[in-house]
Structures are given as structure tokens and as C-alpha cells.
């Protein structure tokens, strides 16, 4: 309640309204230039497929090796935040909260280098 005691209700509604703005302006253009994007790459892979049929074995490996990549880093962050924040989470008896959500991160990262040890294999 000290919240509301000290902060006036019309600077909180302006703060959120202000927010709500920024959203409702930003986000629709933001949504449309990813949408520009996607359809420009759609179109680059079009033209290598009609050009070169065979430059897609390469970008599917690539693609692939990228999902590895990026589902690798959130395994890192969360065991770097853990290890800074080690003795908080002993002291709130965390432990198998932090080890769920690690074992939940690890799943995803390991079922994306799953499949691209297959395509390594397989190839």
C-alpha cells in the first residue's frame, strides 16, 4: 500500500497509458517489418532452390547448427546466475526449483543437438 501512499494515481495512469501508446504505435510496425523480413528470406530461398537445388542441404544444416546454437545459451545464463546467486538460492532452499527449470533448459538444448548430430551423421 506505501506504493499507492506515495505515487499520485494520475502519474500511474500515466505510466501505464504512456505504455499502452508505445505498444499499440511500435508494436504493429515492429510486427510488420518481421513479416518483411520473413518474406524476403522465403523469396532468397525460393531463388536458391530454383538455382541450385543443392545450396539447401546447406542451409538446412546451417539452420539447423543455429537452433543448436541458440538454445545453448540459456543452459549457460541460467548456470552463470546460479553460480553468482549460489548462496541466496541455499539460503531459500531453491535447489530444486533452479534444478527443475536447469533440467527444462537442458531438454530443449538436447533435443536440438539431437537432431543435429543425426543430420551430421546422416549426411
Known sequence: MRFFDTNPSGRILNRFSKDM??????????????????MVMAG????VAIVNPFMLLTTAVCGVLMVEGVTRSPVFSHVSASMAGLTTVRACGAQAMLRTHFDAKQDVHTAAWSV???IR???
Open 21 to 38: 501508446g508505445i505498444v499499440d504505435e511500435i508494436l504493429p510496425r515492429m510486427y510488420l517489418d518481421s513479416i518483411q523480413v520473413m
Open 44 to 47: 532468397i530461398l525460393v531463388m
Open 116 to 118: 543435429t548430430c543425426r
Open 121 to 123: 551423421y546422416t549426411y
